[in-house]
């Protein structure tokens, strides 16, 4: 139920969020504010029947206008998980004058994603969403579910071929192990020329462009320089990127915050309109140059699905060429950002852990050497560099929800019910931080992810971490993603030793975002004993 407070004071309320939205003139604040309580006074009279036998959901009370914006703005993550120790598992907040379902807890969010799958698939029409890959994308936007089921297949196929592809040489068991060992060998010498000339170096600034390269090069066969200043601009704006677009963004649910000047969706619009030219430079540069008997990437993969599409004449023509080849889009987005992210805290995780970080190299050294680079197949030799990763992945939590998710039709959960277009937010945090689930989550513990004696990964403990979603919109990439974060730290790890910079602290403070990362910093690496068993 609302609770009715003097109008004032709700007044006062829309006046504090609207300086995160940029200046209004006083007479447009007014009658924004006029527009938002007529909403307000039919929306209140909305309301949901509750289908008997069934519960309304719990969750703390709305304020008009403004929902619980004010409680969840600061990290949502954090407030959210707050609220689930108090309303439980499944509970609804109101941000703006939309109810969003918050779903923590590994046994309601399974139950969701994977048993009601189908009920939980959909993606709200989130405002921002719709301004990436021109309200394209794959993974953002509200396609019908044939049609997103289709895309999803075409681009799950397409990235399997090309990362399992034979690499150029015998040498390599596939091409993306090819592409990572070639740019991890890159990297650390990038990494030490840097530290020749200035002494140190930002970790992000250079882990970006070797990740990018890797599916540059499976996407459009090609890779850049650490130099190019066309691809540096475009991956250095992940970090915006990812702070419109993660869960909880007012400009999202307050619809009249799309009409006020909004400095940052404005910038967001620069962003995906430089994204999008650059990949569609290269896409149309790819269309001058297919040859049906040449395919060399996933793009030449995509377009070759159309014309082929186009000879079939009972083909189903549902799904537009722009949305086929769109789907190159969304892999090299996603594709750069998650993993680049989750190295860079990586390395900020040796350097905090100096005693963890010689404990990996200790294992490298011994079950690898120092005479050749690892490779995928060393991973199944390697279970503390394993158990590390899972516990960044945990503790870190750096993808602290995952994308919206929105319900397809009327349904329930754990006796509550829960209307068709209702958005959902997963707190893959709360996850991989709860004490039912975790001995003391707030430590960082690689071992809790080995057996007794250290020597075997415990993998049932390991499928606890909730990084990639579960069930039907489950990460694609995430045997990708896995293999490249393993590959290029096993090669950092052999080669160089991670120290903090004298005279700067680490600020492991994460800074919100659809992917958390850490502040940017300086560091030092030194290059260890190479080609020499000892
Ligand atoms: C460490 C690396 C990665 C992490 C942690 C990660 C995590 C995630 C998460 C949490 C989601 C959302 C799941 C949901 O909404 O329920 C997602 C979706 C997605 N990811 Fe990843 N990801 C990673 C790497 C990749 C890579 C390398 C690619 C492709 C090259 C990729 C492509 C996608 C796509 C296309 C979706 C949307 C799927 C859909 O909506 O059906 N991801 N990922």
Not at 321 to 338: H, W
Request: proline fraction near 5%; include cysteine; charge should be neutral.
């Amino acid at each position: 139920m609302i609770v009715h407070k003097p109008l004032n004071k709700y007044i006062k309320m829309v006046l504090m969020i609207l300086p995160i939205i940029g200046s209004v003139s006083v007479s447009e604040g007014l009658v924004a504010i006029v527009t938002l309580c007529l909403v307000y006074m039919l929306m209140k009279y909305k309301h949901t029947e509750i289908p008997e036998g069934l519960n309304r959901l719990p969750g703390p009370k709305p304020l008009p206008i403004i929902g619980n914006v004010l409680e969840v703005y600061n990290n949502p993550h954090l407030s959210l998980t707050a609220m689930s120790e108090r309303y439980g598992s499944v509970f609804q907040i109101q941000i703006g004058m939309r109810p969003v379902v918050v779903l923590s807890g590994n046994e309601t969010v399974r139950q969701a994603l994977i048993k009601q799958g189908e009920d939980f698939a959909g993606r709200p029409d989130l405002y921002s969403f719709k301004f990436i890959n021109d309200g394209k994308s794959l993974a953002f936007s509200t396609d019908k579910a044939g049609v997103w089921r289709a895309r999803r297949k075409l681009a799950m196929s397409a990235l399997r071929s090309f990362a399992t592809l034979e690499g150029s040489t015998p040498e390599y068991s596939c091409a993306l192990e090819e592409h990572v060992c070639k740019e991890g060998e890159y990297l650390v010498k990038q990494l030490t020329s840097v530290m020749d000339v200035s002494g140190s170096f930002d970790p992000f600034r250079h882990i970006v462009v070797s990740v990018a390269n890797v599916i540059c090069g499976m996407c459009f066969g090609r890779r850049y320089s650490h130099d190019d200043q066309e691809l540096l601009g475009l991956v250095n704006m992940s970090d915006e990127f990812g702070q419109v677009v993660g869960s909880g963004n007012p400009a999202d649910f307050i619809p009249i915050l799309r009409y006020l000047p909004n400095r940052t969706m404005k910038r967001f619009m620069e962003i995906n309109d430089r994204f999008n030219t650059f990949v569609q430079k290269i896409v149309s540069e790819h269309y001058d140059s297919y040859d049906k008997d040449n395919i060399r990437d996933i793009t030449d993969s995509l377009i070759d699905h159309c014309e082929d599409r186009k000879l079939d004449e009972n083909a189903n023509i549902q799904v537009s060429d722009e949305k086929i080849v769109g789907i190159v889009n969304d892999l090299f987005g996603a594709g750069f950002d998650t993993i680049s992210t989750a190295l860079s805290w990586a390395v900020v995780y040796l350097v905090a852990y100096p005693e963890i970080q010689e404990r990996l190299h200790q294992e490298l050294k011994e079950k690898v050497g120092m005479i050749r680079t690892p490779r995928l197949s060393d991973k199944i030799n390697l279970p503390l560099l394993e158990a590390f990763i899972l516990e960044i992945f945990r503790h870190s939590s750096f993808l602290p929800f995952t994308i919206p998710h929105c319900t397809i039709k009327d349904t329930s959960l754990n006796g509550y019910f829960i209307p068709k277009d209702t958005c959902v937010f997963i707190n893959q945090w709360q996850v991989n931080h709860d004490p039912e689930l975790w001995k003391e989550p707030s430590l960082f513990n690689p071992d809790r992810f080995l057996s007794a004696d250290g020597t075997e990964l415990n993998k049932l403990e390991g499928e606890k971490v909730l990084v990639f979603g579960m069930g039907k919109r489950r990460c694609i990439g995430e045997a990708i993603g896995r293999n490249e974060v393993y590959l290029f730290l096993a090669i950092l790890l052999q080669r160089l030793r991670f120290q903090e910079k004298p005279g700067h602290p680490l600020d492991m403070t994460p800074e919100y975002g659809l992917t958390m990362k850490h502040k940017r910093c300086q560091l030092k690496a030194s290059l260890r004993p190479w080609g020499q068993e000892e």
